[in-house]
């Protein structure tokens, strides 16, 4: 999962990504974020903690990380939250278009998503922003999740 600065809506999907596999016993997938201008080591944004610590799920200990070559090349599948996003990736590595998509966009060929493709970014905003978000993006991590 990639967003800007891997403290919020990555961060959120990556883990909601993961409780979701543990529920469904999928032990062989690895669950990774990162971020187009992340600084490296930085803990996720105060609301970001708090809100999936509402879901229970601990993020404290998570280290903000800025995407390399090395984990686009090992990616099976991206995910980013913002056409900028997906943009800067694929500048970066045009070999990766085929595994890259929006979050939103990722389909299975029967279901089709006509609202607003972005995840917006709550940094700066009130938490319930950051609730708003985090349900959106478990919403979608919903659709596909038992598939992988």
């Not at 971020?35 to 280290?63: Q, Y």
């Not at 940094?123 to 992988?148: H, N, Q, T, V």
């Amino acid at each position: 999962f990639v967003c800007t600065g891997n403290a919020c809506r990555s961060v959120i999907a990556e883990a909601s990504l993961r409780k979701r596999l543990d529920e469904f016993g999928k032990k062989d997938i690895d669950v990774k974020s990162a971020g187009v201008r992340a600084l490296n080591g930085l803990p996720p944004s105060d609301e970001t903690i708090e809100v999936m610590k509402e879901e229970g799920v601990d993020v404290s200990g998570f280290r903000t990380k800025n995407i390399t070559a090395d984990m686009i090349k090992r990616s099976d599948l991206i995910f980013a939250m913002e056409q900028a996003h997906k943009d800067e990736i694929l500048a970066f590595a045009p070999e990766a278009k085929s595994k890259t998509y929006l979050l939103k966009e990722y389909r299975s060929p029967h279901s089709f998503n006509s609202g607003d493709p972005a995840v917006n970014d709550p940094m700066g905003k009130p938490i319930e922003e950051y609730r708003i978000i985090r349900d959106e993006i478990k919403k979608e991590i919903e659709r596909f999740a038992s598939g992988l």
